[in-house]
């Protein structure tokens, strides 16, 4: 049987990592500031990420859900503690678009209402509900399309304010930041605005912090730059480094009722074990002071070059923006320079390196970069 042929794959195959390196089959190091797509939070491998997953293995690597897991217990005191949510209770599952599809559940379960507005350029996810969330055409099929969601355009608060005032409005979500649709921020008054008019209606505010989130940008979630509490975050991608796992904070204004959420894996005790130990290396190592110290740093030290339309983003969470095809550029990177990076559309090289990225990694990537654009 051969895959079902999905992705557009590059000629690398990776077998080894450490930290932010990378290592191919054939032995080739590569410069990793893709972090497999924002997954990678604390670095390929660690140390103390690998014996705490190797522990769990050996101890009981999975049960279900209709026992105390006393690991999720914990897990929950201390992402509480590290992100100031200490006052919010916390639901466990497998993915970003499962913790987007619970959060919209919970605010339509809460309002009764079905609506939902989202915004132009979103990505959620790729499951029904989640992908219904996310404005690109290409990957929503007609199936999805019956959702009820209005997409408005970010930063447009009084076009927010007019779909509200329609009614029927169970949640409004938004991205941290913006990732696949091109590094897109909210600024803090839109947050603020999107709070204040989810108060006045009724609707319940949905961050979705899958890629934005723990730590990236500085902050634990990039919305603690606005001041604002959202109602439901939701998280996923670099929550336990690679191990699959998502989950969702859940302001204390929901009533839990039994059955009203499930999943067989969510919370299982190996994404557990991997979660809680991200947390410790993050806290040991300063990771989101690095993370925003070395993302300026880079910003700062870009070349300027005239072929750059424009930087945006924040902390590790970084978009450069071209006014020609980025794919080239890429490419020369990788097969060349043998760096990762990501992009965003077809014009933005976009980066999202492990937390504890290095100035001195940094500089590596700016020196290659310097070099493919004068090339
Ligand atoms: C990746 C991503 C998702 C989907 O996460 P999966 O784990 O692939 O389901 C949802 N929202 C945002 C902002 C993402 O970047």
Redesign the pocket.
């Known amino acids: 049987m051969e895959l079902f042929d999905v992705y557009s794959l590059f000629n690398v195959t990776p077998v080894r990592a450490q930290g932010c390196t990378v290592w191919d089959d054939k032995g080739q190091e590569y410069l990793d500031l893709y972090g497999g797509?924002?997954v990678i939070s604390v670095g390929h491998c660690h140390p103390h990420y690998v014996a705490a997953l190797t522990e769990q293995l050996n101890k009981i690597g999975f049960y279900s859900n209709s026992v105390r897991n006393p690991l999720q217990e914990e897990l929950a005191r201390r992402i509480g503690e590290v992100s100031g949510y200490d006052d919010y209770t916390l639901f466990l599952d497998?993915?970003?678009?499962?913790?987007?599809e619970n959060a919209a559940k919970l605010a339509s379960f809460h309002t009764g209402k079905d609506r939902i507005i989202a915004f132009r350029r979103?990505?959620?996810?790729?499951?029904s509900g989640?992908v219904a969330l996310t404005d690109n055409p290409a990957i929503v099929s007609p199936f999805n399309a019956h959702h009820r969601v209005t997409f408005v355009d970010l930063n447009d608060g009084d076009a927010v304010a007019d779909e509200l005032a329609k009614g029927g409005v169970a949640a409004v979500i938004v991205?941290?930041i913006?990732?696949?649709g091109g590094i897109h921020l909210p600024s803090s008054g839109f947050l603020q605005a999107l709070r204040r008019l989810c108060d006045r209606y009724g609707a319940v505010l949905i961050l979705?912090?899958?890629?934005?989130g723990y730590g990236r940008t500085g902050k634990f979630f990039a919305h603690q730059w606005s001041g604002i509490r959202p109602d439901i975050i939701?998280m996923?991608?670099g929550i336990a480094n690679g191990f699959?796992c998502?989950g969702i904070l859940v302001s204390p204004m929901f009533q839990a009722r039994k059955g009203m959420l499930g999943t067989t894996f969510g919370g299982n005790y190996l994404a557990c074990a991997g979660a809680l130990a991200v947390l410790d290396i993050i806290e040991r190592e300063g990771l989101m002071a690095n993370a925003l110290a070395v993302g300026d740093y880079i910003r700062e030290a870009l070349p300027k070059s005239g072929r750059i339309k424009e930087v945006r983003g924040k902390g590790l969470m970084l978009g450069i923006e071209f006014d020609e095809r980025v794919a080239p550029l890429r490419e020369a990177l990788l097969y060349d320079k043998h760096i990762f990076t990501g992009v965003a559309g077809q014009n933005m090289i976009r980066l999202l390196a492990p937390l504890c990225l290095t100035r001195a990694e940094a500089d590596r990537f700016l020196e290659a970069f310097n070099e493919v654009l004068a090339a």
Do not use: I, L, M, Y
Not at 94 to 100: H, T, V
Not at 122 to 127: E, N
């Open positions: 797509h924002a497998n993915s970003g678009a499962e913790s987007n979103s990505f959620h996810g790729r499951t989640a991205e941290g913006q990732g696949c979705d912090e899958v890629q934005s939701t996923g991608k699959p998502g």
